[in-house]
């Protein structure tokens, strides 16, 4: 049995403007990570989340690097224009032995 991913119990909140955060979670009952990436494998959900973004590229590159840091292959081929994520450090550090683990730095 494989042990389940933490990245993927990362509330939205900790990683999402509020307001891209909480439209998400009461709009399309999206939480987690986990939840973001599953909902993002169905056309119409895509199309929904991509409306709660600034813009479509901008809720691309967020679900991206979601599904990156669970190890997909999610290369992004340019930076969409603003920025969905909180103020802050967010970095990503693996090792070979462990989990990928997040770390955050909010300002404030």
Same mark, same amino acid.
């Given at each position: 049995?494989?042990?389940?991913?933490?990245?993927?119990?990362?509330?939205?909140?900790?990683?999402?403007?509020?307001?891209? $955060?909480?439209?998400?979670?009461?709009?399309?009952?999206?939480?987690?990570?986990?939840?973001?990436?599953?909902?993002?494998?169905?056309?119409?959900? @895509?199309?929904?989340?991509?409306?709660?973004?600034?813009?479509?590229? @901008?809720?691309?590159?967020?679900?991206?690097?979601?599904? $990156?840091?669970?190890?997909?292959?999610?290369?992004?081929?340019?930076?969409?224009?603003?920025?969905?994520?909180?103020?802050?450090?967010? /970095?990503? /550090?693996?090792?070979?032995?462990?989990?990928?683990?997040?770390?955050?730095?909010?300002?404030?």
């Amino acid at each position: 049995m494989f042990d389940r991913n933490p990245i993927l119990d990362v509330p939205l909140t900790s990683l999402f403007r509020a307001e891209i $955060a909480l439209s998400l979670q009461q709009v399309l009952r999206v939480y987690t990570i986990g939840n973001l990436v599953d909902a993002w494998q169905d056309p119409r959900e @895509q199309r929904r989340i991509e409306q709660l973004f600034e813009n479509p590229d @901008q809720a691309r590159h967020a679900v991206g690097v979601c599904a $990156a840091w669970l190890g997909f292959d999610a290369t992004v081929s340019h930076l969409p224009t603003g920025d969905p994520w909180l103020a802050g450090t967010i /970095s990503v /550090s693996t090792t070979a032995a462990t989990l990928p683990s997040v770390s955050m730095e909010l300002d404030g």
